[in-house]
């Protein structure tokens, strides 16, 4: 045989496209060309795949070889096709059966001696694969990711003499499997910790039960960090679902995926020199941002009014849609990006406006202009707005030790699964349609509604968010409908600048 079709993924954002790896060996001047638009790191593969095949044992045909990546419009990066071409070439030169390799896609980066290095991506490349029904060969290092997939059959190899036995049925391998449980990384801090601040807590608890936006305002050292980073702590678990695309979207960023984090709800805090492309993704090979990172989970924007607005507004548009398109010279890509926002800033550049004590000097002028780095539309997507004030010493030392986590949690779950019951989602996704039937206002609470909507001037979004939160407060208080108690509640944490 003198040509050879190998199956093998490219990545373009969180989807690996099928790429036909065709290798066709034919007379002529020693030469090894790719072609089907590929990028400086696959241009490089021949160099890797020659030394690799030599120094494995095999022969490196000295004929003209031509590896067409196919479809050629599909740009291609990275080593992973190191070991489809390998691969390729052995068929090709008949060293290698054809039948196993016939029910295989692979993907790998070849170092020189021949062992396989891990690639970025492997969950959603295994994902694909099974969607095919082929089974997977690709490096041991990263096959435990890969396996998180149960759906996909995943084998890893270490290197490419291994790959050669498996397919010669020479050997057999053992199917990956994804990891233990007892493995997984606990990192929550906890509630127990935070004195006093049960205002802040509540909308904590709210916050998490129904995926909701929070901010915090106040004084410097009252807490707000402090609170915000105990809330993946309380959070409810992730479906399986939602879990593989969070783990996909962080196995295709450089940081790659730690399957300890496995199911865990990500907290992402970036800091606030954080530029627009690190905080929505981005390069000319896309890759994801922040927000994108923070998908299932929280986005902690700590000291928010230090964060440039050009940076805050491109946030708008992710926190509707749930989801962030990258449009690039060469490549487009679609990122996930369904995040729960919760952020925290002072009220002024002091730190002390609006506290008793007067200890804040600055002028209205100064003070409106730091708030006016927050746009109407970003504030309007925040259903919770909360103070978290500066508290007295002595009554701090007397109060009760606040909740554990623990405590919180469970109530946060029960609030939760109720909602996943009712609509399949949290409160915080209930479309407008969905709230008229999960979440009706009884008279009482319409009157209330339309005489807050008049006075605050509240949009027709704003009702919506404040009918979603007020459904979260019935949830806890674990009532099937909402009553004008719950609805006044949620009005109490709405911005009324
Ligand atoms: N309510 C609290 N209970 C227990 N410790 C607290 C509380 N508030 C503040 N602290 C202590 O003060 C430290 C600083 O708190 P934190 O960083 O949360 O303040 P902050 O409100 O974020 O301030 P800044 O506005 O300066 O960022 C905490 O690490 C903790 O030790
Ligand atoms: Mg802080």
Redesign the pocket.
């Known amino acids: 045989m003198t040509l050879a079709r190998v199956r093998a993924r490219a990545l373009n954002g969180v989807t690996a496209t099928l790429v036909d790896v065709e290798v066709d060996i034919s007379g002529g001047l020693p030469a090894c060309h790719i072609v089907g638009l590929p990028e400086t790191a696959v241009k490089e593969s021949r160099d890797r795949v020659r030394s690799a095949i030599i120094n494995a044992g095999f022969e490196f045909p000295q004929r003209r070889i031509t590896i067409n990546l196919a479809p050629a419009d599909l740009p291609k990066d990275g080593g992973r096709f190191d070991l489809p071409i390998a691969v390729g070439i052995l068929l090709a030169t008949e060293q290698l059966p054809v039948q196993v390799a016939a029910t295989c896609e692979f993907a790998g980066e070849l170092s020189l001696d021949g062992s396989l290095r891990p690639i970025s991506g492997a969950l959603p490349t295994a994902s694909a694969c099974a969607k095919s029904g082929f089974t997977l060969v690709l490096p041991a290092d990263c096959a435990a990711e890969a396996a998180l997939d149960q759906s996909c059959s995943v084998f890893g190899v270490n290197d490419l003499s291994e790959v050669v036995r498996f397919l010669r049925e020479e050997i057999k391998l053992r199917p990956a499997v994804a990891v233990a449980q007892e493995e997984r990384l606990e990192t929550a801090l906890d509630l127990r910790?935070?004195?006093?601040?049960f205002q802040a807590r509540r909308a904590l608890e709210l916050a998490a039960a129904g995926g909701h936006n929070l901010l915090m305002v106040?004084?410097?050292?009252?807490?707000?960090?402090?609170?915000a980073q105990r809330l993946a702590g309380i959070l409810p678990p992730l479906d399986l679902k939602t879990a593989l695309e969070v783990a996909a979207v962080h196995s295709v960023s450089r940081g790659g995926f730690d399957s300890r984090f496995w199911q865990q709800r990500p907290f992402q805090a970036p800091h606030h020199t954080a530029s627009g492309v690190a905080l929505v993704g981005g390069g000319s090979n896309p890759r994801p941002g922040e927000i994108s990172l923070a998908h299932g989970g929280v986005l902690f924007l700590?000291?928010l009014a230090e964060f440039p607005r050009s940076v805050l507004d491109v946030l708008r548009e992710p926190l509707e849609n749930g989801e962030i398109h990258i449009s690039r010279a060469a490549r487009q890509a679609c990122f996930p990006a369904r995040f729960q926002l919760v952020a925290?800033m002072?009220p002024c550049p002091c730190?002390y406006h609006g506290e008793s004590s007067g200890q804040c000097n600055c002028s209205l002028e100064l003070i409106n202009r730091y708030q006016s780095r927050l746009s109407g539309p970003l504030l309007d997507r925040i259903d919770l707005h909360i103070a978290?004030p500066w508290?007295d010493y002595q009554s701090?030392k007397k109060s009760e030790p606040g909740e554990a986590s623990a405590d919180v949690r469970e109530r946060v779950v029960r609030a939760r699964d109720l909602q996943l019951e009712r609509g399949g989602c949290s409160n915080s996704a209930l479309s407008g349609q969905a709230l008229q039937k999960f979440a009706r206002l009884n008279a009482e609470c319409d009157a209330l509604m339309s005489k807050a909507a008049n006075q605050l001037r509240l949009s027709l979004r704003s009702c919506h968010r404040l009918q979603r939160v007020a459904r979260t407060v019935a949830d806890l208080a674990q009532s099937k409908s909402v009553e004008v108690s719950h609805l006044a509640e949620a009005l109490g944490y709405r911005r009324t600048r």
């Open positions: 910790d935070v004195q006093g601040q106040g004084p410097p050292g009252s807490g707000k960090s402090m609170l700590d000291e925290a002072n730190g978290v508290q701090l």
